[in-house]
């Protein structure tokens, strides 16, 4: 597997999509920018604030499969569009 | 039965043999009450079944369970009454079956709740495990697939995560049985009284919540003074609560304590119950705009940090390893689709090469022989031949047809179907599709509701209880019946086997036909989604809502139980109601074509009438008829064709007025068809006509039990024939514009 890059967690890192993340790459979920009856769902099935959150495949249509507390949750990519993560270091990563 | 209380190997599998004494479906009178609740796919409906002895099926797709099912066993001399409720994720009552789980889990009054907990996503679990804990203190917590957990490397300590929530913890793996015997002496001791639990609640809110809460707890207490918790109603109430105000204002709510329930307590005063909701509404105003979110956060950050304290996960994810593969290759962007058509054509194939064998048996036992017999035992005891014909003509005969055709294909059908589902292919499949779902304007699962109606539409749209917006619910049920059903595959492949199997060579002849019909299905699946877009541009306007669906683990199949339960449950069921449908469907072709008005029956009268209509849409009138009379099941229809084409052709063959008959062989059925003016565009627009007709009555009455709108339920039947009708009259001009 490919080492992990390295970023320095500061206020200079760009907000991140979860849509914007490449396959693999386990971040950390920030917030949920949904009306509170979408963010529901998602809250219920383990997707919170605070989680780590690894896109690990795409499907036929472009939707993202993610990897949330050891279960595989697919979403629409609208949704994944919503959720505002940060990448995490390697240190934090390593924990 | 003797009390094996002091027996001193209890705790051993044989005593449990002995002690739990299953007594199936529910008795009339219990001792004590147990409500199983949980998230979907963590197994309760395998720990119903080992509680029950049931074969209730359990399937590995969410929101399995859309009904509650109930069961009892015996158990140390008592009888116990079990309530599975569908699985949920909360108590939020934003679905059908989270309604139906909440409500039960207040107002049922169940002894003891029994949440079945799936160790591998403890989390996620814990907060519904929390909720429940909040409405009631009789919990007993059953940790369970423990080892999955084993196998993904989780440690998990089960006596710690007792100490945290306050309620007995049972750690077990409901497949093999294990920790059953534990859960039934724990929910026991609860049920019984003789735990008492503390169970956890989360204590402080956010601090205007805390106040508005502190304001509201004495009101609700000096109303309904014995309330359980008076804490949960006020949150409740605050949030708006429809269910909970609705108690309140019933006065239900008093009843919920349930130290004494044999006796009725009484209500408050209304004006008591009114100052309640009026407090409510009032500190409702003084809470911050984000409340509900925060409430919300609150329960999510206690059920993780309780979740962060009993468990350890390791390194160990082997067991995801071969998931991960299969995932990749089954929701792969380029395997994804053709393996998913390779999977559906296997099964259709499977079914209809299957069921050819076993189908002409059961023709020839119950058609030849058994009708025989009969007639011959009602002409030697003298019947009536008008009594003959309509008991033995009508009634027996289309009942035979209904199971000699339906029996076999959904016997193979629907356990295969079961199999992808016990797998986890399912939610892949849904997975696949969702991108074009949501560009119809549909539901993501609206996938696996399709995937069902192929088996039987009827139980397709029982299966849309599944989709929490109502809007994408509606859809989903309109258009199940664009999913060609089991009723209407034989009448496919018999037409397709005669007319276009025979343009070409005949070793090429079945895979022609079989395609044919593999195209007629994808058809009704592109018309599916077709009608799901324009539905949600019109009628049914609206965005698809966001979608998240679970792919739950793989898991390997039970072949055994899985062959057990799908005959049991669905070919059985569908099979029944099909014949119920059947018998005056039998009774009324007979009488239609044995009644004259002047020198033609009214089932001639019938043709003749309907017969331009049928020729300009490239049908005749015959099938027109047959589909009329053929609403109550769909199996009926070439039976049907059959003796109308010979009543009124006067083509030598047949076994008189109203008797329905299938040729021996197929191309004596094409032969006659073709006698009776049938021609290639005959035979493919009642292909399509097949597809795209009104739905059966059975499905129709399904319909309209599930919408509750005689509106929605005369859209669902007249929209596929007006549908219908276009396409075959369209392809039938066209047709004729080019042949000249």
Not at chain 2, 5 to 29: M, N, T, Y
Not at chain 2, 270 to 284: F, M, Y
Not at chain 2, 492 to 521: R, S, W
């Amino acid at each position: 597997m490919q080492p992990l890059p390295v970023v320095q967690k500061d206020e200079a890192v760009p907000e991140l999509r979860l849509g914007d993340v490449p396959l693999r790459q386990e971040v950390e979920l920030i917030s949920i920018d949904l009306p509170a009856d979408q963010a529901e769902p998602l809250l219920e099935r383990g997707v919170l604030p605070g989680c780590r959150i690894c896109p690990v495949r795409s499907s036929p249509g472009g939707d993202p499969i993610v990897s949330v507390d050891g279960s595989l949750i697919a979403l629409r990519r609208e949704t994944a569009a919503c959720l505002c993560v940060r990448l995490l270091t390697r240190f934090q990563e390593a924990t | 039965m003797p009390s094996l209380a002091i027996d001193p190997c209890v705790s051993c599998s044989e005593h449990r043999e002995q002690s739990l004494v299953r007594l199936g479906l529910s008795p009339d009178k219990w001792d004590y009450l147990i409500a199983l609740a949980g998230n979907p796919n963590v197994g309760k409906s395998t720990v119903f079944n080992q509680l029950t002895g049931l074969r209730q099926h359990t399937g590995n797709w969410p929101g399995k369970t859309v009904v509650r099912a109930e069961g009892a066993f015996g158990h140390k001399d008592n009888r116990v009454k079990v309530v599975d409720l569908p699985g949920t994720y909360s108590l939020q009552a934003g679905s059908v079956d989270e309604e139906v789980a909440r409500d039960f889990v207040l107002f049922g009054r169940p002894d003891v709740t029994v949440v079945v907990v799936d160790a591998t996503r403890l989390e996620r679990n814990l907060n519904l495990v929390l909720q429940i804990l909040e409405i009631t203190d009789r919990v007993v917590v059953f940790l369970n697939l423990m080892d999955e957990a084993r196998r993904h490397g989780i440690a998990l300590d089960p006596k710690r995560l007792e100490a945290e929530l306050g309620v007995p913890v049972v750690p077990g793996t409901a497949r093999d049985g294990q920790g059953i015997d534990a859960l039934l002496d724990t929910a026991h001791e609860v049920a019984m009284g003789g735990r008492t639990t503390a169970p956890y609640r989360p204590e402080r809110q956010a601090p205007e919540v805390e106040r508005a809460i502190t304001r509201l707890v004495p009101v609700i207490e000096d109303v309904f003074d014995d309330v359980p918790n008076a804490r949960w109603v006020a949150l409740r109430l605050l949030n708006a609560d429809e269910a909970v105000q609705e108690a309140v204002r019933s006065g239900e709510l008093g009843q919920l304590s349930r130290e004494d329930f044999d006796e009725e307590r009484p209500v408050p005063e209304p004006e008591d119950r009114q100052r309640v909701l009026d407090s409510a509404t009032r500190l409702r105003w003084e809470l911050p705009p984000d409340f509900h979110d925060l409430v919300t956060e609150h329960a999510y950050r206690a059920a993780e940090e309780i979740a962060q304290k009993v468990q350890k996960r390791g390194l160990a994810k082997a067991g995801f390893d071969l998931d991960r593969k299969l995932d990749e290759l089954l929701t792969s962007p380029i395997f994804g689709f053709p393996l998913m058509l390779f999977i559906l054509a296997v099964v259709f194939w499977l079914t209809i090469e299957g069921a050819n064998v076993p189908s002409s048996m059961l023709a020839t036992l119950l058609i030849d022989n058994v009708h025989g017999w009969l007639s011959g035992v009602a002409t030697s005891m003298g019947t009536p031949w008008w009594l003959q014909g309509f008991l033995l003509d009508g009634v027996y005969l289309s009942t035979a047809w209904v199971i000699s055709v339906m029996l076999p294909p959904m016997a193979i059908f629907f356990p295969l179907f079961t199999l992808l589902e016990d797998f986890g292919y399912l939610p892949r499949v849904a997975f696949n599709l969702d991108s074009l779902f949501q560009k119809a304007g549909a539901h993501g699962k609206q996938a696996l509701t399709m995937c069902m109606g192929f088996g039987c539409n009827a139980a397709g749209v029982v299966a849309t209880r599944v989709i929490d917006s109502p809007r994408e619910r509606l859809i989903a049920i309109i258009t199940n019946n664009f999913s060609l059903c089991n009723g209407r595959w034989p009448t496919q492949i018999l037409i397709a086997t005669i007319f276009i199997g025979a343009l070409v060579p005949a070793e090429l002849g079945g895979l022609v036909a079989a395609a044919a019909v593999v195209g007629i299905a994808l058809f009704g699946i592109v018309m599916m989604f077709l009608s799901s877009w324009l539905l949600s541009r019109t009628v049914l306007r609206g965005e698809a809502t966001s979608f998240s669906l679970e792919l739950p683990p793989y898991r390997p199949p039970r072949i055994l139980q899985t062959l057990y339960t799908s005959v049991i449950d669905r070919t059985l069921i569908v099979l029944w109601r099909a014949i119920v449908f059947a018998i005056p469907a039998g009774a009324v072709i007979w009488l239609s074509s044995n009644i004259m008005i002047g020198d033609l029956s009214i089932a001639a009268h019938a043709v003749e009438w309907l017969n331009p209509m049928g020729l300009l849409i490239g049908l005749n009138g015959v099938i027109l008829v047959a589909y009329i009379v053929a609403i109550p099941a769909n199996e009926i229809v070439i039976p049907t064709v059959l003796m109308l084409t010979v009543l009124t052709t006067g083509v030598a063959g047949g076994e008189g007025a109203g008797v329905m008959f299938e040729l021996d062989s197929v191309p004596a059925t094409g032969e006659l068809l073709r006698a009776g003016g049938w021609t290639l565009l005959t035979a493919v627009n009642i292909m399509l006509f097949s597809l795209l007709h009104n739905p059966c009555s059975t499905t129709i009455y399904t319909i309209y039990k599930e919408t509750r709108s005689a509106k929605w339920t005369s859209v669902a039947t007249l929209m596929p024939v007006a549908m219908g009708v276009t396409v075959c009259f369209l392809v039938t001009q066209v047709w004729r514009l080019l042949a000249g």
